[in-house]
């Protein structure tokens, strides 16, 4: 459906934001304890479905392959708002690392452990 003026002013702000843009990073541990991440876009209506699709297997190719190997999704991880120009940004493994709550908190453990010791 075009977006013009008209059909904006007629649409609720709810409908609006509900077709925005949503970039979601996903949090792939295989059965060996490998850590993956795959970066998406959908939007915010359709998000519910698409991660149900990816946890099925049926998602993508990338998170189907890793549900046949037996890997699961342990979080996931919303950037807003979004675009398909920076979700490609966002989608080699290091960048969604930086970004994903999980390996953010992994980190902010190892380094609490490094830095906090034990008195005698």
Do not use: F, W
Not at 37 to 50: M, N, P, Q, V
Not at 86 to 99: F, G, I, K, S
């Amino acid at each position: 459906m075009a977006m013009t003026p008209a059909t904006k002013a007629s649409l609720s702000t709810r409908d609006l934001l509900s077709e925005r843009q949503i970039i979601y990073i996903l949090h792939i541990v295989s059965p060996d304890g490998s850590i993956d991440h795959y970066t998406g876009l959908t939007t915010a209506r359709g998000l519910k479905d698409r991660l149900k699709s990816h946890r099925c297997g049926r998602g993508a190719k990338r998170t189907g392959e890793a549900k046949a190997k037996g890997a699961k999704i342990t979080r996931i991880t919303i950037v807003q708002p979004g675009s398909r120009l920076r979700e490609r940004v966002l989608t080699p493994d290091h960048l969604a690392r930086q970004l994903c709550l999980e390996c953010r908190n992994a980190a902010g453990d190892r380094a609490l452990k490094r830095y906090t010791r034990e008195e005698p």
